[in-house]
């Protein structure tokens, strides 16, 4: 994993504290992820540091560059949304609820990558159709959409010539 999103917060205040990070291609390939094409997505993170837990209220903005499931070109997936991620102290790592994650007490910095990955992939859409989604004015291929439009006769009568002198045969 790269070092790109660690929040290291031993040596600061409690109180709250700004961090900005830029997100993109980079953390998805990390994990694999062939969904997304590209991403430029900005991300403020306050951190409320107290001495017995951390808050992280994290604000992604940006735009994702994801592939149309209607007809096949890329598009811009517009994103801005908030999570919210509370980080206590115990003895170990430990996941205890969806937004709530326990780090040992000798910790002084957090990782935010697998954070930030799950964030953004649940926040896009099951089914990413150009038009479709908040803000987003591109529209789908015009050639593509009329060969999905075109009735299934249509499209089976468009079939090589070279194969037509099989139909003919008598079994």
Sequence with gaps: MSKKYVLKFSGLKNGIHEFEYTIDK????????????GANLSMKVNLDKSEKQLKLDFHIQGTLQVICDRCGDEMDLNMNFNRVLYVEFGQQFEEQDVDLYVIPFNESSLDLTPFVYEYVTLEKPMRCVHGETEGNTQFCNKEVIEILEKPIEEVEKETDSRWDALKNLKF
């Design 26 to 37: 980079k953390l998805f390939e990390e994990f694999d992820c062939e969904e997304v094409l």
